[in-house]
T-cell receptor, first 111, second 113 residues
Framework: NAGVTQTPKFQVLKTGQSMTLQCAQDMNHNSMYWYRQDPGMGLRLIYYSASEGTTDKGEVPNGYNVSRLNKREFSLRLESAAPSQTSVYFC??????????FGSGTQLSVL | KQEVTQIPAALSVPEGENLVLNCSFTDSAIYNLQWFRQDPGKGLTSLLLIQSSQREQTSGRLNASLDKSSGRSTLYIAASQPGDSATYLCAVVTSGGYQKVTFGIGTKLQVIP
């Protein structure tokens, strides 16, 4: 009963490096989301996918790209990491307007 | 633009006390409101979801209420325990798209044994 699984849990990058955060859910949810959480700020939506094959920008999409690989998987890519992208990243999934389930997060530091 | 405020930012209470956490929002045109718990270094765990047509939801020692007209929700925790220590966040889904979810910063609760 895994729920939402994110990898990696921790990552340190140098400015300009790229990486992909992976997310998978086993609840057969249509909707998946990527958020970032910064101190003193609420979670902010980066990108979401309402269903397999669709993705849309959220509140803070600049510097990120996403791929909804299939119904289970939704990845977040940083093409050229910047120190401003140091944050904790959360993946979530849900059905429409129902309870959201969150992964345990990825702590990313960009030096 | 929806804004969500949680007061207080931090709260420390002795074990056994009943307590209330507050969440206020500026746009009353909401679909639902969800309360989460976040433990240090962990993800968010859903506690209660209140649809816009509901007034309250209960789960065990937790009771959440919603007053759309005044833009407020409260999370009531009865007989608090040290294991309740965590940060509690509320999130509001606003009409115009279920993607429009606005989170509060949270209330950090410490229950002292």
């Amino acid at each position: 009963n895994a729920g939402v699984t994110q990898t990696p849990k921790f990552q340190v990058l140098k400015t300009g490096q790229s990486m992909t955060l992976q997310c998978a859910q086993d609840m057969n949810h249509n909707s998946m989301y990527w958020y970032r959480q910064d101190p003193g700020m609420g979670l902010r939506l980066i990108y979401y996918s309402a269903s397999e094959g669709t993705t849309d920008k959220g509140e803070v999409p600049n510097g990120y790209n996403v791929s909804r690989l299939n119904k289970r998987e939704f990845s977040l890519r940083l093409e050229s990491a910047a120190p401003s992208q140091t944050s904790v990243y959360f993946c979530a999934s849900s059905e429409l307007r129902t309870v959201k389930f969150f992964g345990s997060g990825t702590q990313l530091s960009v030096l | 633009k929806q804004e969500v405020t949680q007061i207080p930012a931090a709260l420390s209470v002795p074990e056994g006390e009943n307590l209330v956490l507050n969440c206020s929002f500026t746009d009353s045109a909401i679909y639902n409101l969800q309360w989460f718990r976040q433990d240090p270094g962990k993800g968010l765990t859903s506690l209660l979801l209140i649809q816009s047509s509901q007034r309250e939801q209960t789960s065990g020692r937790l009771n959440a209420s919603l007053d759309k007209s005044s833009g407020r929700s409260t999370l009531y925790i009865a007989a608090s325990q040290p294991g309740d220590s965590a940060t509690y966040l509320c999130a509001v889904v606003t009409s115009g798209g279920y993607q429009k979810v606005t989170f509060g910063i949270g209330t950090k609760l410490q229950v002292i044994p």
